[in-house]
Nanobody
Framework: QVQLVESGGGLVQPGGSLRLSCAAS??????????INWYRQAPGKERELVAG????????NYTDSVKGRFTISRDNAKKTVYLQMNSLKPEDTAVYYC?????????WGQGTQVTVSS
């Protein structure tokens, strides 16, 4: 069982930045075997994959709408994955969830709200 806790959400003006964190409550070794994804779900919309990072951190991927603005990274020693979000837009408003996945077994955090509004 992997427990994930997201933090760092909040209210920000358009063009602003936030950094989300996803902390895991497992050993460092176990955490380092999981790929981590960030998803988001806006009101009335389906949950969508925003960014992902491989277990060792060498591979990353992003949905087109956030490329060049968001950066995913991980610190396996701290058992934490980050999502740096810059140049935020109102359409980035959503609940953001992190997801740990290994061999088709996945775990989810409770989510953190991001609201981009003036």
């Amino acid at each position: 069982q992997v427990q994930l806790v997201e933090s760092g959400g909040g209210l920000v003006q358009p063009g602003g930045s936030l950094r989300l964190s996803c902390a895991a409550s497992v050993s460092r070794f176990t955490f380092s075997t999981y790929a981590i994804n960030w998803y988001r779900q806006a009101p009335g919309k389906e949950r969508e994959l925003v960014a992902g990072i491989s277990s060792a951190g060498g591979l990353t991927n992003y949905t087109d709408s956030v490329k060049g603005r968001f950066t995913i990274s991980r610190d396996n020693a701290k058992k934490t994955v980050y999502l740096q979000m810059n140049s935020l837009k109102p359409e980035d408003t959503a609940v953001y969830y992190c997801n740990a996945i290994r061999f088709q077994t996945g775990f989810w955090g409770q989510g953190t709200q991001v609201t981009v509004s003036s």
